[in-house]
């Protein structure tokens, strides 16, 4: 546990909103319950990332969906009671305690299940904008939505910001490496944290698939309750892949209908100070049903680099990993036309890995002879040459073709 460990800290400021709520609850003050469950929530999902295994972590986002959805409900019953209903048999307070689940029925049961899938989608990734090597106007773009959601506009003025992004172009040419570096730019910590939702959509399709629409609209729920907050779709293409209305499952009727509403913000209107932005990324744009498609303000496409990016990426695996080049990286950017981002990592890590290999093979005996010889060794390197990179990329055939790159720029184009 480092000096830094936010952890007790963070639990101890949970008990005291929680504290608070309770009283407000006690007085009868709903509406200032409310506002302490939802502090409780938010803390609890921070809370949630000094977890010290993976069940605590479900365990305690759990906690906080129940938190913020006991405020929700609080605000409800305040409302109906304002409109003049009568006075409503208050549920009980969600408990302290992280690992205790009272709910029994078989529904409840599988509501948890949903929002404890849906809380695990929240979170932060340690790729930074500098571990990106170019698309300077992509990330430029980015922080200026970003920026701009987050930013106080002048007073009595409406500035509609982006809400739908989409990534579009060739696998491995940095997509979702761009998300991640969003996520990771959003905990910047205390007040302006927001939340960051990581959707895997064919992962959820697949395990989930009945279950689909549901977790979406949890998703966003829970998007629009921590404000402002970024939803990523990876994947993207199977969440509506384009079928005739006849050949469509009831399921994914229901998928379509519901990501068209919360693409367009349906249960947002009138709150002008809820912003959830939504990333898509997808390798198979042409797959995306039309309507929904339509929704995105903004669909970039993140090409194959070009040589000055894949300069800019091999500085990156290469140089800034430590290793050096006796030749020019110009040569480098020369093999490389053709390749990803993701091809040129693995030609690095193919030739660094040959190299290490030669010039340690003694290392095996090392290991024989006991564990204290081996950490007593020195890890030989050399400076690599550009023919160890020719040699590496014979095994390396890219995956995309100058023809099927072809078609991402025609696609454009039709749009
Ligand atoms: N522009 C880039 N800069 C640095 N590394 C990159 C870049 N593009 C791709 N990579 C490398 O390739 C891997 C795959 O990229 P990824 O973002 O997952 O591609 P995709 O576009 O398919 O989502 C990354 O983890 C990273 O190591
Ligand atoms: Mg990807």
């Keep these: 546990m480092s000096a830094f460990d936010l952890g007790p800290k963070l639990k101890r400021s949970c008990e005291d909103a929680l504290h608070k709520a309770k009283m407000a609850w006690k007085g009868g003050d709903h509406v200032a319950a409310a506002g302490h469950f939802d502090a409780a929530s938010k803390i609890m999902f921070k809370y949630a990332e ?198 469509q499952t009831g399921a994914e009727r229901r998928i379509l209908s519901t990501i068209l509403s919360e693409l367009d913000g349906l249960s947002e209107k009138g709150r002008g100070d809820i912003f959830v932005l939504t990333i898509a990324a997808t390798n198979r744009p042409w797959e995306i049903d039309s309507a929904v498609l339509s929704r995105f303000e903004k669909q970039i496409l993140i090409p194959l680099p070009d040589p000055v990016t894949r300069e800019a990426i091999l500085n990156i695996h290469l140089l800034k990993k430590g290793f050096e080049l006796a030749g020019e990286i110009a040569d480098l950017v020369e093999i490389t036309d053709g390749f990803s981002g993701r091809e040129i990592e693995r030609l690095v890590k193919q030739a660094t890995t040959t190299m290490i290999a030669e010039l340690n093979d003694d290392l095996p005996d090392l290991v024989d002879k006991g564990l204290k010889e081996a950490k007593g060794y020195q890890v030989k390197i050399r400076a690599l040459s550009v023919d160890d990179f020719r040699k590496a990329a014979t095994g390396i055939a890219p995956v995309t073709s100058a023809e099927e790159m072809k078609r991402y720029l025609d696609w454009r184009q039709d749009e």
Excluded: C
């Design 50 to 247: 000094y977890a010290g295994s993976r069940a605590q972590e479900y365990a305690r986002k759990k906690k906080a969906i129940e938190y913020r959805d006991f405020a929700r409900r609080l605000r409800e019953i305040h409302d109906e009671e304002s409109a003049g209903a009568k006075a409503h048999k208050l549920p009980a307070p969600p408990s302290a305690d992280e690992d205790v689940d009272t709910r029994q029925t078989e529904e409840a049961g599988k509501d948890a299940e949903i929002s404890s899938a849906v809380s695990s989608l929240v979170t932060t990734s340690p790729v930074t904008w500098d571990d990106i090597g170019g698309l300077v106007e992509t990330k430029r773009d980015i922080k200026y939505t970003l920026g701009l959601s987050l930013a106080t506009p002048p007073k009595g003025v409406k500035i509609a910001a982006f809400r739908n992004i989409m990534f579009f172009g060739p696998p491995g040419t940095g997509k979702t490496l761009m998300a991640a570096a969003t996520s990771n730019s959003l905990k910047a910590g205390g007040e302006g944290n927001a939340l960051f939702f990581n959707v895997k959509v064919s992962g959820v399709m697949s395990k989930y698939f009945g279950e689909s629409s549901k977790i979406i609209s949890e998703i966003y729920g829970t998007a629009r309750d921590n404000s402002p907050s970024v939803v990523f779709l990876d994947e993207f293409e199977s969440l509506t892949a384009t079928r005739g209305a006849d050949e």
